[in-house]
Structures are given as C-alpha cells and as structure tokens.
C-alpha cells in the first residue's frame, strides 16, 4: 500500500528512501509498505504513524484508489492507493527515509521515484470520481463520459499526465464505449497535461454541440408516431426539436427511466404515451418509426443499448418499421460487436438497424466502419487504454 499525505494547501509528502532500504533505495516515494493483511487501510494508518509519526487522529481519509499494477522492468507491485490530509504540523521520520518535503502535486512526476508514484496519487485522489462513474445507474453514457473527462481536466491541472487514471475511469463501466471513446481520444491526442486540459475542453464543446446537429437531421424522419426504449438524451433533443405527433415511451425496466421521460416529454408539451414493456412489442408494430439512442455503436454496425432495444427492433424490421438509432460519435467503438459486461445492456445486430444519424452525418450500419475509421484518435485512443 501507499499513502499519500496532503496539506490544507495541496502540497503532498514526499520521502527519500534511506540508503539501506531493501527495495528503491534513495528515491523517492509516499508512505508505503508491503501489504501483510487483508485491510489495506488499516495498515495505511500503522505505516503512517511508524513512517512519520502521524496517528490516526492527526489525519482524515480524503481518497481511495483502484489498485494500481506498478512495473519496475523486473516485476511490479499491485499497489493499494490512499490520500490522507494532515491536521498535524511537523512530521518524525523513522530509519526507512533519509529525508522528507512537502512538494507541489506535479513534482511527483519530477522527482526520481518509485514506480507508479504520479500514476497511484492521481488514483487516490480521484478514487471518488471513478467510483462515481462504476456505481451511477441514472445518468446515459455521454453524460458519464462528460463527468469522466472533467476528472481528467481536473487530474492535469495539478500537472500530472492523467493516463492511469483514465484507464480506471474507462475500465469503471466498460460496456458504455462512450467513456472510453472521449478519455482515449484525449489522452491520445495530448503529450502533456497543458494539451489535455485544451483537448478536453474541444472534446467538451463538440460534445455540448452534437445533440443540436443530430436533431436537425433526424427533423425529416419525424414523421407521424415515433417510439422510443430507455430515457436517450440525444433522442430527447431530436422530438424536442421536432415534435412528431405522437410519441410512445417504454417503462424500460430495470430502472423504469422511460417513466420520467415521458413526463419530461409531457412537460414539454408532446403528446406521450406510456407502455409497458410486455407490451412493448405489439406496440411498435403500430408506429412509424423507432427511434433510440446508443450506449456503443460498434465498428460493424452493431449496436449496445438498453436491455429490451434487440427485441424491439428485430419487431420493428419484421412490421417494416424503419429503426435509427441518434448519436454523437462519441459512441463510437473501433472494434467489432462484443457482448456487453452489464446486464442491463443487449446487443441489436446491424441487420435490425437501417440508420446511424450522427453530428457527422447519417451512416447506414453497413458503413459505420467507415465514420469509425474516420475520427480523429479513436483507435489511437483505445490502443493506449487497453496498452499494460
């Protein structure tokens, strides 16, 4: 394990190994130790009292991280990140550390250290926004990714390049592709935290403008009664834009976010009507047109959604009911269908969808790959993501 301790003013602990320390003499590290049970954070507290003479009630718990694997060329270490902040002034180092200060978050990447020690701080103390991310069931996909790249915003504005990091954040929900698209694309485009911060804010922008692009060239197909699955922001901002003349909502069980959709929509003023998902299927048989957004569009054509989309548009193609699926790139996956990690989640084959409308255009599925082949980093992205 490592533990981190922070000053009220951001400033971080840094130790100098002593000259006789049996592993990474004379460079630089946090607190750590070999982990010899099964609480981690228990032993953060003991290492920390033994290593500086902080006891427990001179510190607060601020940040837990993912385990990080730190390689040395020879091996590595799983390492159990913590951030803790210091109520304390001074700190009494034992015979393990020749020497200590109280640095600047980016002179962790500066400094000759550990393995891993930029990567393992930037984790605890982020560890929140990564669990945020892996736990949230009410926010879409684009949402998730907006949140995760704002962490990578964060991480970089302390100087330090957030490539761990992102990988936690896009391992946190890997059936959205949406999260690993925006975070490998920024990572990839970048060599330091100053051009992550601007590669994310022009990520940000296009993100915030996409949904106004895709709801005017989904305008033509609007036509008559349109039925949707799930609670799609994309989708929201296309019926808003133009109003059909009916629009059927699913519950979208589990979590029956189809429900306040269609109060939303009702709100807004369209005509809504509710059905439930057992007779979900009988019902887009009667519409025009189904309309739903996308968790990930994959390099085929293939498509990740809602549980209850597949059923839906394999209805919808055999009553000759066009599907298209609204979305920004940023769903875009550069590989072929996979099976989605969450239940929540099932697969639509390319065949039961007849349109990707996207900022970039309308694809049909037989030419996503060439929309995917065409954005900037994508492949790059996840390359550095999935690299070890």
Not at 2 to 19: C, I, M, N, Q
């Amino acid at each position: 394990m490592t533990a981190f301790v922070e000053r009220p003013d951001g400033s971080v602990l840094l130790l100098r190994r002593a000259k006789g320390a049996s592993t990474y003499a004379g460079l630089w590290a946090g607190v750590s130790g070999y982990l010899e049970r099964d609480d981690a954070l228990a032993q953060a507290y003991d290492e920390l009292e033994e290593e500086t003479g902080l006891a427990r009630d001179d510190v607060e718990l601020v940040g837990t991280g993912p385990p990080l694997r730190a390689e040395n060329g020879e091996g590595g270490w799983l390492v159990h990140p913590f951030v803790f902040r210091s109520r304390a002034g001074e700190v009494r180092l034992n015979e393990e550390s020749a020497e200590s200060e109280w640095v600047v978050p980016a002179a962790l990447a500066e400094r000759e250290s550990v393995p891993g020690l930029a990567d393992a701080y930037l984790l605890a103390r982020f560890g929140d926004a990564v669990a945020r991310v892996r736990d949230d069931r009410l926010k879409g996909a684009s949402a998730l990714a907006a949140d995760a790249v704002g962490t990578l915003v964060e991480a970089a504005e302390l100087g330090l390049f957030p490539l761990a990091l992102g990988r936690a954040l896009a391992a946190a929900r890997p059936a959205m592709g949406a999260i690993a698209n925006a975070v490998g694309r920024v990572l990839a485009s970048a060599r330091t935290p100053e051009q992550v911060v601007y590669e994310a804010h022009a990520l940000l922008e296009g993100h915030e403008r996409a949904p106004r692009a895709i709801a005017v060239l989904v305008n033509p197909h609007l036509n008559g009664t349109v039925m949707t699955h799930s609670a799609s922001a994309t989708v929201r901002e296309a019926l808003l834009h133009s109003p059909p003349d009916r629009v059927v909502c699913t519950t979208s069980e589990p979590g029956g976010e189809g429900r306040a959709f269609a109060d939303e929509l009702r709100a807004e003023g369209l005509t809504v009507e509710l059905v439930a998902d057992d007779d979900a299927e009988h019902a887009v048989e009667t519409v025009n047109l189904l309309l739903v957004g996308a968790d990930t569009v994959f390099r085929d054509g293939g498509l990740a959604n809602k549980i209850g989309t597949s059923k839906l548009a394999e209805t919808a193609k055999d009553a000759g009911v066009r599907v298209i699926v609204a979305c920004e790139t940023l769903k875009l996956a550069p590989y072929p269908t996979t099976e989605p990690e969450e239940e929540i989640f099932d697969l639509t084959p390319p065949d039961h969808v007849d349109l990707y409308v996207t900022e970039e255009g309308e694809f049909p599925s037989s030419e996503v790959h060439v929309l995917v082949d065409r954005t900037p980093f994508l492949g790059e992205g996840y390359e550095i993501l999935r690299a070890s």
